[in-house]
């Protein structure tokens, strides 16, 4: 059962919770800039730096190329020479893991969709909990159960302990943009692989 969320939410969220560890003092913007130069380096990227796009404001940024099509960044840099460094950042950076398809793609050679195989919208859990929670009981051939909505809509506060930071350098209006155009061919590769339904769900 794979959960997706709105992929530039999630590489948001992802920074945050990092972020709210004393030792990172690296901004959002200061990681997506890094990134997408690494993505542009293996070839998984036709867009344009954040610098660039401030400059120019262009609203697309071109497919991605067919050659690479379901590739991921962990297939491509094995097969580059590329630093221990390097492979942490690109694999465990907050774009790559937004890239759904890629990673989907490979799960379908084994696993099929909607028979061995649930993927449901991160939105989907958010406004309904109970239903989708139910969904995913009767997928997995578990006994139908009634559950507690008032546990299931629980709102988790922060770990004690963590340090309250200020998210002054967190994502402004303008990377948001940037980011949504940076994913849409990566979100519309995943709707080709898993229908319709998935067209356009996180358009802004």
């Not at 997928?139 to 546990?151: L, N, P, R, T």
Request: include cysteine; aromatic fraction near 12%.
């Amino acid at each position: 059962v794979l959960i997706l969320r709105n992929p530039i939410d999630r590489a948001y969220s992802n920074w945050k919770m990092v972020y709210a560890t004393p030792k990172s003092t690296d901004s959002f913007l200061k990681n997506v800039k890094r990134e997408i130069i690494l993505h542009q380096t293996l070839g998984l990227t036709s867009a344009p730096t954040f610098d660039y796009y401030v400059k120019n404001q262009s609203d697309t940024f071109g497919a991605i190329p067919r050659s690479l099509r379901h590739r991921s960044c962990r297939d491509l840099i094995s097969a580059t020479e590329r630093t221990v460094n390097q492979q942490r950042k690109l694999m465990c950076g907050y774009l790559g893991r937004g890239m759904y398809a890629q990673q989907i793609f490979n799960w379908l050679e084994h696993f099929e969709l909607n028979k061995s195989l649930l993927i449901v919208n991160y939105d989907d859990f958010s406004a309904n909990q109970t239903a989708v929670v139910q969904r995913i009981t009767a997928f997995v051939g578990a006994s139908a159960h009634e559950y507690d909505d008032s546990v299931l809509n629980t709102t988790f506060e922060p770990v004690q302990g963590l340090q309250k930071r200020s998210t002054t350098r967190g994502m402004g209006e303008l990377m948001r943009r940037y980011l949504q155009t940076f994913y849409q061919p990566y979100n519309d590769e995943l709707a080709d692989l898993l229908g319709e339904e998935w067209r356009n769900v996180w358009r802004e």
